[in-house]
């Protein structure tokens, strides 16, 4: 997918809609200083950006589009980061490399602290079959036999009958 087709809503805009989104995107201006850029009335502008569609979906496209771009910029910028003579930015970089990369992030989603709390719950649930495990072998009876028991006279007496 090229450029263009991943941004066709946003270019079918006419030119003062697409001014106005990538002013709305990429400048910190406020909506009235954008609205008076592009020369448009506050009802229209208004409009656009509550009520026109196909202006919504522009910006939504053009926003995607540009935070991809930065995105990409961003990660390749923190690579460059991994070989820094400094240690500590270095560690900085390979961790938020590693973050991004699956097995960890910066807003906590964290895939190998989600494994370890899976461990910790199964091992709990085993812990607990365990409990009630032991808790319900109090209700039965066990009988051992032990080999090493010497005999009672009883035991003798009813043997010498037998012969």
Known sequence: MNKSERLEGFNALPLKQRKAIISMVETD??????????????????NWR???NAFMEGLREYSQHYLSQATAKAVRRVVGFIDNKNP????QASLSVINLGGLGSVDGNNKLQEAQIRKLKADADIAEAKAKQINNTDETVRIVFNDNL???KEDNQDNGNQS
Do not use: C, W
């Open 29 to 46: 201006q406020s909506l009235e200083e954008i609205r008076k850029d592009v020369h448009v009335g506050r009802t229209a502008f208004y």
């Open 50 to 52: 509550n009520k026109d």
């Open 88 to 91: 500590y930015i270095a560690m």
């Open 150 to 152: 010497k005999p009672d």
